[in-house]
């Protein structure tokens, strides 16, 4: 492709710099009292200026030639048109040189564009662009509040068998058509739901007096935030609005981080305890589609505690608050309900696979025991999915299997998927996520599968279950198991050693009773400890040898303090439990004076382990999910692949920034 076929006036010195320097020596030399020299500066002055018309004249005739040069092939009709074009239009090099432009042109990018390139006459225009989209020139730009679209073509011209090439570009004003479209965008109704979720419990702990006032309050502050977005609320049950406001007020929404969270928690009219929302906000293609989404943001917000809202559209879930802590429910109608319901799946079953996620810990473990001793119970045979335990959870494996119906119970993966029938039942205990659990393929060979799991909801749930017991107040995947095993018949027994497996599990969900405990905790524990259990043993699950002893110590001196409020340290191992020593490590660096959060990052065999703990004022589980893992307001952690140990920890502290 050959550019030399372009007006050759860059070549011609530009006579108007001569002129200029020329007559300023001139007029120095006249102060100099030198009027020979001076009369023959102006002289050469005079000369230039007379070279500098007969060069303007070459240059337009340069530029006359290169535009006929373009239309060469083009009747004189369509010449005459190409002046007179009603949309703008410009002509360039393929360096990108504007050549030719017509009024309208000028009228918007300003006047004297001869010689300047097409960026500094339209900045989002380049000519690189331009070339890699030849075929294909259509791009917007935008100058003086209007919208233009851009389209043209590459012009071939040819002259004595040579080819030249030229750049023609139309700009079709849209501003119209992008006011419309914005305002039909703007003008989409947006769905919400709000949910007081924890209702009953604000009547039961307001004196009766205040009730009504607690409830005009709430009432007040919802109706206040949708009067700013312009909206519309119904109130549809007593504890329940439905909100609808125009997509335009969402993105202030979204700025002020849903701030109606925080204003209804702070209504104190004898209210003992908080009164908090969960909602759940859907952005689809029509009003049905909203709807939809809508039910599945609330679901998700109520999955993961409530206190917070969550927002759906087609791409992705976004979720805002969720800072609180969420209050146990003093009720055990639906333990008793699941209870029953899970027996008759077990009853119709041939035999009962349960896992939990990958790296089992206690809970993780005792859990699995409380199923498999259902199933027991049941006269069912179960089996135990396990990878890789602790170290605690080794020696309670090596005590349950003292009892004959435990020696055929642990099995892999592999092992199991031998003994899968039509008719098993599959039961996944303390996660809900699909990436993490232990025996991915026996959930999926399975149809029957039930769910059972106190962790927030993140959005990777495991789909398909026909019973789920999803419960983010409890402390434990234990003491909600405890709380079934108690239903399950009047003669009901557990060993000792599976007593003390469960025990075990609430023990380090709740560091020993001191973390997200309720009246339904003591009573599970309680319950356990009529079984048999031996807290002196439960203790010696987690005992750890001397090498982990000096590994956290090592990880606690090599802890930062970073904006004050948060403690976080990485290490490097190969050695064996790297996510038990980095779990104990977080929970000291918690009992250092102001730090409200703690992290410890480690890098093993390939990935990135992060575990992250917090006293619980501040929710370590919306940071775990911005690296792409999850858990609870004060237990979570993540697992990452691909990434070094400097960049999940830029990453880490951006979201604690975030977050905050």
Known sequence: MRTDKKPSFKNIFDIRIYIMVTF?????????????????????????????????????????????????????????????????ITVLDLSGNIVWYNDKFSNIFGEDLFEKTIDQA??????????????????????????????????????????????????????????????????????????????????????????????????????NWVDELNGVCRKIEKDRYTVYFENEKLQSVIDSKF????????????????????????????????????????????????????????????????HSENYGKNTRVRARVVSNALKELI?????????????????????????????????????????????????????????????????????ALNFVTANSLCVVVDTHSSKLIEAPRVFEEIKDRVLVDHHRRGADYLEGCVL??????????????????????????????????????????????NVKTGVRTFEAATFLRRKGVDTVEVKKLFQTDFDMHIAKSKVLANAEIYNNEFAISSWSTEGEFPSVVSAQAADELLNIAGVKASFVLCESNGEILVSARSVGAYNVQLVMEAL??????????????????????ETLKEAINTVQ
Request: aromatic share 10%; hydrophobic share 40%.
């Open 347 to 415: 009853d119709e079953a041939d035999n009962i696979f349960v896992f939990g996620h990958k790296n089992a810990d206690a809970d993780c473990f005792g859990a699995s025991v409380a199923v498999a001793n259902i199933a027991r119970a049941r006269n069912k045979q179960a089996y135990i999915i396990v990878g890789n335990l602790q170290s605690g959870i080794e020696m309670a494996k090596d005590n349950l299997q003292n009892d004959e119906f435990y020696q055929n119970v642990f099995v892999n993966e592999a092992q």
């Open 259 to 322: 701030n109606v969270l925080d204003h209804v928690k702070d209504i104190s009219v004898g209210n003992s305890i908080p009164a908090t929302l969960s909602i759940g906000v859907g952005k689809g293609e029509g009003i049905k589609e909203s709807e939809d989404f809508v039910n599945i943001a609330m679901d998700m917000a109520l999955g993961r505690g409530g206190d917070q809202a969550v927002m759906k559209d087609a791409n992705e879930m976004r979720y805002f608050g969720g």
């Open 628 to 649: 792409g893992g999850g858990g609870h307001m004060t237990v979570a952690g993540a697992q990452i692949k691909g990434k070094m140990l400097s960049e999940v920890l």
């Open 122 to 223: 339209v900045s989002e225009i380049h000519i690189l662009g331009i070339l890699e989209n030849k075929n294909n020139i259509d791009f917007e730009v935008e100058k003086d509040g209007k919208t233009y679209k851009v389209v043209g073509n590459v012009v071939e011209t040819a002259e004595q068998k040579e080819k030249s090439y030229s750049v023609v570009l139309y700009f079709i004003d849209k501003t119209a058509e992008v006011e419309n479209y914005n305002y039909a965008v703007n003008s989409k109704v947006i769905s919400c739901s709000v949910l007081v979720d924890n209702y009953d419990d604000l009547i039961k702990n307001t004196p009766d007096t205040h009730r009504t006032f607690l409830i005009s309050e709430i009432d007040g502050v919802i109706e």
């Open 468 to 513: 789920t017991y999803h419960e983010p107040y409890a402390s434990s995947t234990c003491e909600l198991m405890t709380e079934i095993v108690q239903y399950i018949s009047d003669d009901f027994k557990m060993s000792v050693a599976e007593a003390q497996a469960i025990y075990a599990g609430i023990v380090l969900d709740t560091k020993n009773f």
């Open 24 to 88: 300023v020596f001139a007029v120095i030399t006249l102060f100099t009292s030198k009027l020979w020299l001076a009369a023959t500066e102006f002289a050469f002055v005079f000369v230039f200026g007379i070279l500098g018309i007969f060069n303007k004249r070459i240059r337009e005739q340069q530029l006359a030639n290169y535009f006929a040069d373009i239309t060469k092939y083009v009747d004189n009709s369509a010449k005459g048109y190409m002046y007179s074009f009603p949309l703008p």
